[in-house]
């Protein structure tokens, strides 16, 4: 695709119930990020895979959430058990990886928003 | 701890106002550099970045941003501000002995009044 995608664009789920999120990243870029975005908090990271491995896991908030790649395409970022304070919207973003070139970037994806109620 | 800092929480402007917003990291090491922009209801999308050389970056709509490594600063400018510059800007630091991590600032939300 011309872009990066996630789905669905808005969730809204009940406290408690576990929720996932799906990134489909632009074709050829093997680096894949998520981010949080809670209101006046910026973007929070975290967690990065490059191809299907994530060499840095340090940003997941707790033990509920876990992030997967797969085929070193598709992501899909779990959060079990949600909370109220899970709310918040979900970005994802791809790149090249640094060995490919030195003007890499990363490309945002529009973001899942996430309502705990 | 290490961190992205933006001191700038909310600026609102005139038109035709210059545009300086602070952008600080305290990574040591070999970063690069970027400075991202958030229109309302839009993606994130890249204003500019810095990876090496000139220290002076220009980027898309009249922006420029310039890296001083010895204060760890990569402050975005703009001499001229118009209302469709309304919109909330990320600085990002890339380290790059750390596995490609992207570290963002908070935000600056920027209003601009025509």
């Known amino acids: 695709g011309a872009g990066v995608s996630q789905s669905p664009s808005n969730k809204v789920t009940e406290k408690g119930k576990d929720v996932e999120l799906r990134c489909d990243p632009i074709?050829?870029?093997?680096?894949l990020y998520w981010y949080r975005q809670s209101l006046g908090q910026g973007l929070e990271f975290l967690i990065y895979?490059?191809?299907?491995?994530?060499?840095?896991k340090s940003g997941l908030p707790s033990d509920r959430f876990s992030a997967e790649r797969t085929g070193g395409s598709v992501s899909t970022l779990t959060i079990q058990r949600t909370q109220q304070e899970d709310s918040a919207v979900y970005l994802c973003?791809?790149?090249?990886?640094?060995?490919?070139?030195?003007?890499?970037?990363?490309?945002f994806g529009p973001g899942t928003r996430l309502t705990v109620t | 701890a290490q961190s992205v800092s933006q001191h700038n929480h909310h600026v609102i402007l005139s038109e035709a106002a210059s545009l300086e917003l602070g952008c600080n990291y305290s990574?040591?090491?070999?970063?690069?550099l970027f400075w991202y922009v958030q229109y309302p209801g839009q993606h994130l999308q890249l204003l500019l970045k810095y990876f090496s050389g000139d220290p002076l970056v220009k980027g898309i709509k009249g922006f420029e941003a310039e890296f001083i490594k010895s204060k760890f600063s990569f402050n975005l400018r703009k001499p001229s501000v118009q209302w469709s510059d309304t919109a909330e800007y990320f600085c990002a630091v890339n380290r790059l002995n750390t596995g490609n991590q992207f570290y963002f600032g908070t935000g600056t939300s920027l209003t601009v009044i025509p």
């Open positions: 990574y040591g090491g070999t970063v690069n």
């Open positions: 895979f490059q191809g299907n491995s994530a060499p840095d």
């Open positions: 074709s050829g870029h093997t680096a």
């Open positions: 973003a791809s790149s090249l990886a640094p060995r490919q070139g030195p003007s890499y970037e990363q490309y």
